[in-house]
């Protein structure tokens, strides 16, 4: 029976290198896949979809208005038989779409694995992670470990100097220079202004400028 299943985590826990490596599983079997990507997010390259490790593929890249069910619809009518829809970063999916993925599941009978973030640099969940948390089959989280040896479930944004930037828009496209996955415990202490983040995770004081 086909489900949807949402695989979230913080920043570098593997969610892309996951999600390759299951479309790759399918392959081998000879079975036929589509991978979705956001079109805001071309870090890679545009329709390309990159793990931290190397691995990657190309993707189709949708819109915020696209409706994924006829995406779907027409991939089918064109090339046959789909085996399973990956969705990359699906943090970024609203509302809508989300509810258009349950339709690829439910009324086309074709699974779908969607990979995302779940809160953003403010700890707020985002539109795409809100419902695929309240709309999906299954949820499992793929898990990552903060500096300071704890679980990190959160994003912090960060500014040149490693500070967490607590203000401003909630998508802005980033990589390890931005973004930094700490414990919740460390999340307080960095966004109130307790500490600081430099590239290789570390939190210093902030009257420490070395």
């Known amino acids: 029976m086909a489900k949807l299943y949402f695989y979230y985590s913080a920043m570098n826990a593997g969610k892309t290198t996951t999600l390759l490596q299951s479309a790759y599983n399918y392959h081998e079997r000879g079975m036929r896949t589509i991978i979705l990507t956001p079109a805001l997010d071309n870090r890679y390259g545009e329709g390309v979809v990159a793990s931290r490790i190397g691995l990657?593929?190309?993707?189709?890249?949708?819109?915020?208005?696209?409706?994924?069910?006829?995406?779907?619809?027409?991939?089918?009518?064109?090339?046959?038989?789909?085996?399973?829809?990956?969705?990359?970063?699906?943090?970024?999916?609203?509302?809508?779409?989300?509810?258009?993925?349950?339709?690829?599941?439910?009324?086309?009978?074709?699974?779908v694995l969607a990979y995302g973030l779940r809160t953003d640099f403010r700890g707020e969940l985002f539109e795409g992670s809100r419902y695929l948390l309240a709309w999906a089959d299954e949820l499992q989280e793929i898990k990552t470990i903060c500096h300071s040896g704890s679980k990190a479930t959160m994003v912090v944004r960060v500014d040149e100097q490693g500070r967490a930037v607590t203000e401003g828009p909630q998508v802005e496209i980033g990589g390890n220079d931005r973004y930094v996955s700490v414990s919740r415990a460390e999340f307080k202490k960095i966004t109130e202004g307790r500490g600081r983040i430099e590239l290789q995770q570390s939190v210093l004081p902030l009257d420490d400028q070395s």
């Open 56 to 111: 990657k593929a190309n993707a189709r890249r949708f819109g915020g208005d696209e409706n994924l069910l006829a995406l779907v619809e027409a991939d089918i009518a064109a090339h046959g038989t789909l085996h399973c829809v990956f969705v990359d970063e699906a943090q970024f999916l609203a509302k809508q779409q989300v509810w258009q993925l349950t339709d690829v599941v439910d009324k086309l009978r074709v699974p």
